[in-house]
């Protein structure tokens, strides 16, 4: 064979062999495909069909490290090194909860009341989210009053680049505004004000991806925190009225968007369920199907050992509840591991004798509320404390 034949056999052979690893990656993405939708199935239940009815585009995918909150700071995310300054404790009666996974794709979720702008469920990594197209507004269908104790929490995304991307609103019965709460004002600050008080914090962390937005009141004290760092703490908020209903407002050309809201009555001191003989918290937060304790859970840990360091001979057991979301024996082994995981914190972290704790996991047979609803599931995924 002739040298210019060679060469032109040697391109073909090249060729065909890149045609051959492009059609293998082709399989392998199409077998990663099927394995995420099957995963995604569970998580999200009748999602699937949803999605089957809506030809409506998801949401941009994320880059990995975007879809995360931010990294937790301190000794390597631990729960012991986060600041005493943040203390947020979640509610425990879960008046409203909602993860968009009962509408349908594309469509206004029917669980809100639209007060201005264009708003439509999306999809990104495998959640749904509350995502607006223009600028306008949105409340919670919840009871016509808030509480006088409460917790609202929610994750946002997309809220950089954009100006006031986020702004929380309170208002009176007559619709006076009370206070508000707008993040990032100036590009990194969370702008507070409520009558003549007015505050600017900045944000120390990077504004781009994910961040777990709440808000806590007690009374006539709000504080409003950014992930793990508290950004207002005001002891009054009622110069203009009594807060009796709040608006979210999403604006920005990024599409801002909104996830896993929780709004939740309460809750009591650890210490005082702690004197009754039993405390049930949703102040121990773990990652979806993980046993890992995140240091959200600091609050709550610090006052269970703080209890246990006041009064040296109470024993606890701990014991860990699911939803029924999943396989019921996946729920009971995933409950009763983190339950063990809760000890050892208390234990490795905060200095407790792990002799003193026992622990077991319950899965989803102690239900405390219906599945049938999301703020019955957010009521059934707890830890629960009892003296022994």
Same mark, same amino acid.
């Given at each position: 064979?002739?040298?210019?034949?060679?060469?032109?056999?040697?391109?073909?052979?090249?060729?065909?062999?890149?045609?051959?690893?492009?059609?293998?990656?082709?399989?392998?993405? /199409? !077998?990663?495909? *099927? =394995?995420?939708? $099957?995963?995604?199935?569970?998580? #999200?239940?009748?999602? &699937?069909?949803?999605?089957?009815?809506?030809?409506?585009?998801?949401?941009?995918?994320?880059?990995?490290?975007?879809?995360?909150?931010?990294?937790?700071?301190?000794?390597?995310?631990?729960?012991?090194?986060?600041?005493?300054?943040?203390?947020?404790?979640?509610?425990?009666?879960?008046?409203?909860?909602?993860?968009?996974?009962?509408?349908?794709?594309?469509?206004?979720?029917?669980?809100?009341?639209?007060?201005?702008?264009?708003?439509?469920?999306?999809?990104?990594?495998?959640?749904?989210?509350?995502?607006?197209?223009?600028?306008? /507004? !949105?409340?919670? *269908? =919840?009871?016509? $009053?808030?509480?006088?104790?409460? #917790?609202?929490?929610? &994750?946002?995304?997309?809220?950089?680049?954009?100006?006031?991307?986020?702004?929380?609103?309170?208002?009176?019965?007559?619709?006076?505004?009370?206070?508000?709460?707008?993040?990032?004002?100036?590009?990194?600050?969370?702008?507070?004000?409520?009558?003549?008080?007015?505050?600017?914090?900045?944000?120390?962390?990077?504004?781009?991806?994910?961040?777990?937005?709440?808000?806590?009141?007690?009374?006539?004290?709000?504080?409003?925190?950014?992930?793990?760092?508290?950004?207002?703490?005001?002891?009054?908020?009622?110069?203009?009225?009594?807060?009796?209903?709040?608006?979210?407002?999403?604006? $920005?050309?990024?599409?801002?968007?909104?996830?896993?809201?929780?709004?939740?009555?309460?809750?009591?001191?650890?210490?005082?369920?702690?004197?009754?003989?039993?405390?049930?918290?949703?102040?121990?937060?773990?990652?979806?199907?993980?046993?890992?304790?995140?240091?959200?859970?600091?609050?709550?840990?610090?006052?269970?050992?703080?209890?246990?360091?006041?009064?040296?001979?109470?024993?606890?057991?701990?014991?860990?509840?699911?939803?029924?979301?999943?396989?019921?024996?996946?729920?009971?082994?995933?409950?009763?591991?983190?339950?063990?995981?809760?000890?050892?914190?208390?234990?490795?972290?905060?200095?407790?004798?792990?002799?003193?704790?026992?622990?077991?996991?319950?899965?989803?047979?102690?239900?405390?509320?219906?599945?049938?609803?999301?703020?019955?599931?957010?009521?059934?995924?707890?830890?629960?404390?009892?003296?022994?």
């Amino acid at each position: 064979m002739t040298r210019p034949l060679r060469i032109v056999a040697l391109i073909a052979l090249v060729a065909l062999a890149a045609c051959a690893s492009a059609g293998h990656a082709g399989l392998l993405d /199409s !077998v990663k495909k *099927k =394995v995420t939708e $099957s995963a995604t199935h569970k998580a #999200t239940g009748s999602a &699937d069909k949803a999605i089957a009815k809506s030809p409506a585009p998801a949401a941009e995918p994320a880059k990995a490290d975007d879809a995360k909150a931010a990294e937790p700071t301190g000794e390597g995310g631990k729960a012991s090194s986060v600041s005493s300054k943040f203390d947020f404790v979640p509610g425990d009666r879960v008046l409203f909860a909602d993860d968009f996974t009962q509408d349908e794709l594309g469509e206004f979720p029917a669980r809100w009341k639209l007060l201005g702008g264009t708003f439509e469920v999306a999809e990104m990594g495998g959640e749904r989210w509350l995502r607006s197209l223009s600028a306008g /507004s !949105v409340r919670m *269908k =919840v009871p016509p $009053s808030l509480p006088e104790f409460w #917790t609202l929490e929610f &994750d946002g995304y997309n809220l950089e680049d954009g100006g006031n991307a986020l702004d929380v609103i309170a208002q009176a019965a007559d619709g006076t505004e009370v206070w508000e709460a707008v993040f990032p004002m100036s590009g990194r600050n969370l702008h507070f004000a409520s009558g003549t008080i007015a505050s600017d914090t900045p944000f120390e962390g990077e504004i781009a991806g994910r961040h777990h937005i709440m808000f806590m009141a007690r009374g006539t004290g709000l504080k409003v925190y950014v992930d793990r760092d508290r950004m207002a703490s005001v002891p009054d908020v009622t110069e203009t009225g009594t807060p009796a209903q709040l608006e979210i407002k999403l604006q $920005s050309v990024k599409k801002p968007m909104i996830a896993n809201v929780r709004f939740a009555e309460g809750c009591k001191p650890a210490k005082d369920a702690l004197d009754t003989g039993k405390l049930v918290t949703y102040g121990i937060r773990f990652e979806t199907g993980s046993d890992v304790v995140l240091p959200e859970s600091a609050p709550v840990l610090r006052q269970v050992s703080g209890y246990m360091g006041q009064h040296p001979d109470v024993r606890l057991k701990i014991v860990g509840h699911t939803d029924n979301v999943g396989a019921a024996a996946s729920n009971l082994d995933l409950s009763k591991r983190r339950a063990t995981a809760v000890a050892k914190v208390l234990a490795d972290q905060f200095g407790i004798d792990a002799s003193r704790f026992t622990t077991d996991g319950m899965g989803d047979t102690q239900a405390i509320a219906s599945n049938a609803k999301p703020e019955g599931r957010a009521m059934n995924r707890r830890v629960e404390f009892a003296k022994q």
